[in-house]
């Protein structure tokens, strides 16, 4: 009996760290203006300049039900995706519906034969019929064997691209999520509506579920950033980049809706915002190149290898939004960033 708890719990903890880590990235960035602007597989989505992204209004969202294994209470529980108004029973494995370039943190794993999934991410009500996405900072809490308590701190994040489900193994995060959709265009922004509320604390909370639970000094902040590539293959089926175009911000107070926020891109060498952006720095190594699927449909890194030039066309736009900023499993509890009405312009 002891042996068999055992490998519940080890196998349950590998779906939860899988889970957990695919969101997240360390950073840290300046605090952004709250004014109006601041410093083989099925076709790829795509996203336009121009006008809003698709789906970028989140007045519709697709509805899961997914029944969790029996060894963590085996709970029906729901999880959201941005896409066409529909319901899907079962445990399913999700892609995006509709020609929705939408992913989230929301997924599904299936690690060792245990299905535990993540919502983190969901619809909000902003007046009458609107809605919009609301990405939360929260705790996780689950019970293995109606014996042992975990807690977990997790993220709300959602991105262009597409997760891949179910998630399999905790190796690689970064291979679990196709980051970026094809693009052409040159915004010179990204253009969104955002509200920040942020906790009236200044300390972050560790907690992986499997050690005590730490307090840690300084809150955590919420993140937007743009990465605008150009991308090629290789004769091997590798992925190539450079980066076009470069944006982000942190949001660090609470601030009431911002309609019509404009982020600026800057074109060409970024180089001089990495003092104060550092996570907008250039992904050039295998550890941290996000992935994306080549023309063989096998998910291989996009290895950045240097600044484009100023008046370089993108093949391909990478727009993350994020709850949290910091590393995996720390967080300030009750941070939730409100997104809507998403558009280049």
Request: charged residues 20%; glycine residues 8%; positive net charge.
């Amino acid at each position: 009996m002891r042996r068999n708890l055992i490998y519940h719990i080890r196998s349950f903890s590998l779906a939860v760290s899988v889970l957990m880590t695919l969101p997240a990235f360390a950073s840290s960035a300046p605090e952004a203006d709250p004014g109006p602007a601041a410093s083989p597989a099925p076709p790829a989505p795509k996203a336009s300049a121009g006008s809003k992204v698709k789906f970028g209004d989140f007045n519709h969202w697709v509805t899961r039900h997914i029944k969790e294994s029996g060894v963590i209470g085996g709970h029906e529980k729901t999880v959201y995706a941005i896409g066409p108004d529909r319901v899907i029973e079962g445990n399913k494995p999700y892609r995006n519906a509709g020609g929705s370039p939408w992913a989230t943190s929301n997924v599904m794993a299936k690690v060792a034969g245990v299905v535990k999934t993540s919502n983190a991410v969901y619809p909000a009500v902003r007046s009458g019929n609107d809605r919009c996405a609301r990405l939360a900072t929260q705790m996780e809490s689950i019970k293995v064997l109606g014996l042992v308590n975990m807690d977990v701190m997790v993220a709300g994040s959602m991105f262009l691209g597409e997760m891949l489900e179910p998630i399999k193994s905790t190796s690689n995060p970064y291979s679990k999520m196709d980051m970026g959709v094809t693009f052409s265009g040159r915004p010179q922004a990204l253009v969104f509506d955002y509200k920040v509320d942020m906790p009236p604390v200044n300390t972050r909370t560790k907690s992986t579920g499997f050690s005590a639970k730490k307090t840690l000094p300084g809150h955590d902040e919420a993140v937007t950033f743009v990465m605008l590539q150009r991308r090629w293959e290789d004769e091997d089926g590798n992925l190539h980049a450079r980066r076009v175009g470069s944006a982000g911000e942190l949001y660090t107070r609470s601030t009431p809706w911002q309609n019509g926020h404009r982020l600026p891109i800057v074109y060409g060498d970024a180089s001089s915002l990495l003092s104060s952006h550092p996570y907008l720095k250039l992904r050039s190594t295998k550890d941290t190149a996000y992935y994306a699927r080549n023309s063989k449909g096998k998910m291989v890194p996009v290895i950045e290898e240097g600044w484009d030039s100023a008046d370089a066309s993108p093949t391909h736009a990478i727009v993350m939004f994020s709850a949290g900023s910091g590393e995996p499993y720390i967080g300030t509890e009750g941070l939730t960033l409100y997104i809507d009405n998403v558009a280049f312009d």
